[in-house]
């Protein structure tokens, strides 16, 4: 657990740093006496053999990780798997996904493979692969905006690169704020704004898991063509349910999951 807890370090940094206002729900939820512990931890990434779920997925299964399920999303034509720590099922699951690039558009296609042909070789095999950031160098604004009129997933993965998507807060390891309708009010009465696609919460209790998400935070990217605001990462909630056997449910719902992915979609800071 030691590797794993060294790897979650570096990413919590990287994600806090880039998303002062994640920072600030978790120090809020400090502030209250709660105590946060993190749920699961999301990438995302392309379908090429070069970075794709098998590389992500490499430093977590060398630290103790290992495999336990796959999801579709035909709609954002992705494909998911959620890994688990075998020897601490209370450790953070991991969550990666990637984008079926054939599935997409020629210019989709061909700026995806451009951007993994500016990787250095040497990266592919680091354990710090998975938080490289946008590694391919100098970005535009207006390729930005081609990409994200085919899929918001390619857009955000052309600006952010490889890092933590996102972190989640275990609701079932809170005590004041216990339940996810709590969870979301007290993050609405703290000024932040939630995903409401499909509604503010994601699942039911019949389905073992509840999940909701504040919308990503506007970070001003530099593109060679100026200055402009980019929605950026965004933090999870999720309240999980006991099975039929007293087990607590530890996997996902695709449904859910696919509308927590619309947390990064673009919006106007001014228009939230």
Not at 151 to 172: K, L, Q
Not at 209 to 231: A, H, M
Not at 234 to 251: K, M, S, T, V
């Amino acid at each position: 657990m030691e590797k794993a807890k060294h790897l979650f370090d570096n990413l919590w940094k990287s994600y806090i740093d880039l998303n002062p206002e994640v920072k600030r729900v978790y120090d809020l939820f400090l502030s209250e006496g709660e105590v946060v512990v993190n749920d699961h931890i999301a990438f995302r990434t392309f379908e090429d053999p070069r970075v794709n779920i098998d590389v992500f997925a490499k430093p977590f299964e060398e630290a103790g990780y290992e495999y336990r399920g796959e999801y579709q999303f035909e709609q954002k034509k992705l494909y998911a798997r959620h890994y688990e720590f075998k020897a601490f099922r209370e450790a953070p699951r991991i969550f990666i996904s990637q984008l079926k690039v054939n599935e997409f558009s020629p210019f989709l296609q061909n700026t995806v493979k451009g951007l993994v042909d500016k990787i250095p070789e040497k990266l592919f095999s680091s354990p710090d692969f998975n938080n490289s950031g946008a590694v391919w160098g100098d970005l535009s604004y207006d390729v930005y905006k081609q990409l994200r009129a085919e899929s918001e997933y390619a857009a955000w993965v052309y600006v952010f690169g490889f890092r933590a998507n996102h972190f989640t807060v275990s609701i079932n390891n809170l005590k004041k704020y216990n339940t996810i309708e709590k969870v979301n009010q007290f993050l609405k009465d703290n000024g932040f704004l939630m995903n409401d696609s499909a509604g503010e919460i994601k699942g039911t209790p019949d389905e073992l898991l509840q999940q909701s998400s504040i919308k990503s935070g506007i970070v001003e990217v530099d593109f060679i063509e100026g200055t402009y605001p980019v929605p950026s990462c965004y933090y999870e909630f999720a309240l999980r349910y006991p099975d039929r056997d007293g087990n607590l449910y530890l996997g996902f719902i695709a449904k859910s999951a696919d509308k927590i992915f619309e947390s990064t979609d673009y919006y106007e800071k001014d228009k939230r």
